[in-house]
């Protein structure tokens, strides 16, 4: 199995250093992401290991062999490297493009034959832009000629691949399956694969260990709990981040946070408990976060967009399955933490039979004596999909006496006066 092992390395442009003491190994079928701040050495990294940038200390070696004393066109049939950079000064076809990835298999004086047609063609297809080669570069969209540049390295035959931010130019859709298609063949074919990434997300999804680089230096390195931590994250990007576990692929997820709050902004008495779905308490309960309320929320759906936020900000949560009805048992799950909270708010959130027992949570909460606040933006004639249930129920919410506002900074202004009440 192919291995790279990089060694005490230093590198400098000019007399300044941007490369200090970089030691790791990586082995066939690894996938490697190559994080950090700009300016911290992440693409020179990939050009060092690539050979662009010979460092002054230190050694590349492929196999136990030094790269630096291998022959160009033997590097070439080891190492593929895509840049971010993806111009291309004449005018080719796609196909030339990719053909010119099988250059350090041809002898000299040689053309291509059937296989290197055959590998090129392969290539291509993998990256879905085989209907693209007789199309010239030039015509092509950044994301095309971003795969084209893809499928060359891939026509390289590799066992190194050093990519630089693979997907920058790419649609959400083509990042998805390019990334799909790397991942796979890094497992199948035993490549290693070097990429530096921005996103943190994205890494995190197919990486199986990253590097993190600071100021020309290994700041963490290892697997992606190691790495991508709420602690390297503040002191490397000085940003508060939250980092958690998807539920579905399992991989880890970042969510960027504000580095500070308002000087305003205190630590809150009041529990409030959020009654939301279908992606109407977002803005909710990111208003009441930020102004540091402590938040329950209930019933919400996995794979509901309320319920990734909740999830993502750690708020306390009663789930039910995907696309199913509230059970018996979540629904006295949710009537408890109503008995917790000082403060109930319910969202301008549609109802269906399958959430209308949230609604007879907030009336439950009423009769309660809790301070119940209705968000009332679309009628709720527009939102009511049970035949006229969840209109009665609205009937008996304001005939009880709930507080109807129409957005988010009614809200924070009704609980704010419950606070300072509290306070006193």
């Known amino acids: 199995m192919v291995k790279l092992n990089i060694n005490d390395v230093d590198c400098f442009y000019g007399s300044v250093k941007v490369l200090e003491n970089i030691v790791f190994s990586v082995e066939g079928g690894e996938f490697v992401g190559i994080l950090g701040p700009n300016g911290s050495g ?36 080891n190492i593929a490297v895509v840049p971010q950079d993806t111009s ?26 059937e296989k290197d047609i055959a590998i090129s063609k392969k290539s291509m297809e993998l990256t879905n832009i085989w209907n693209l080669a007789d199309r010239n570069v030039s015509e092509l969209s950044g994301g095309e000629k971003q795969r084209v540049i893809i499928a060359r390295a891939l026509a390289q035959d590799p066992k190194v691949m050093l990519l630089d931010e693979p997907t920058s ?37 197919y990486c199986d260990s990253a590097i993190l680089l600071s100021k020309g230096k290994i700041a963490s390195i290892g697997s992606l709990d190691a790495v991508l931590n709420k602690e390297n994250l503040q002191k490397i990007f000085h940003v508060n981040a939250i980092v958690k576990q998807h539920p ?32 109407t308490g977002v803005s909710l309960i990111r208003t009441l976060s930020k102004h540091n309320y402590r938040l329950t929320t209930g019933v919400l759906n996995v794979l509901d967009s309320d319920y990734d936020v909740v999830s993502t900000l750690g708020i306390p949560v009663v789930s039910e399955a995907p696309f199913s009805e509230i059970t018996e048992e979540s629904h006295r799950a949710n009537l408890n933490k109503i008995d917790n909270a000082k403060a109930v708010v319910l969202s301008n959130t549609p109802f269906g039979y399958g959430n209308l027992k949230n609604l007879e ?3 439950a909460s009423l009769e309660k004596g809790v301070t119940t606040i209705v968000v009332d933006k679309t009628p709720i004639q527009e939102r009511d999909f049970t035949g006229g249930k969840a209109q009665a129920l609205y009937m008996e919410l304001k005939d009880k006496g709930a507080i109807f506002v129409k957005n988010c900074d009614h809200v924070l202004s009704i609980l704010d006066t419950l606070e300072s009440k509290i306070g006193k």
Do not use: W
């Open 42 to 77: 992440k693409t020179t990294l990939l050009k060092t290991i690539g050979r662009i940038l010979k460092p002054q200390i230190g050694t590349i070696l492929l196999d136990d062999i030094d790269v630096y004393i291998m022959k160009a066109m033997e590097v070439a049939k």
């Open 88 to 113: 291309v000064a004449f005018d080719f076809t796609a196909l030339d493009l990719v053909l010119m990835g099988r250059n350090p298999h041809i002898g000299f004086f040689e053309t291509e034959n």
């Open 169 to 205: 130019h790419l649609d959400i859709n083509y990042q998805i399956e390019m990334m799909d298609l790397l991942k796979e063949l890094c497992k199948k074919e035993g490549l290693i694969i070097l990429a530096v990434f921005h996103d943190f997300n994205l890494a995190a999804r």
């Open 248 to 279: 579905l692929t399992s991989s880890l997820y970042v969510v960027p946070l504000s580095t500070s709050k308002p000087e305003t902004v205190r630590p809150k008495n009041l529990t409030v408990h959020v009654v939301c779905g279908g992606g």
């Open 361 to 363: 949570a907030v009336i």
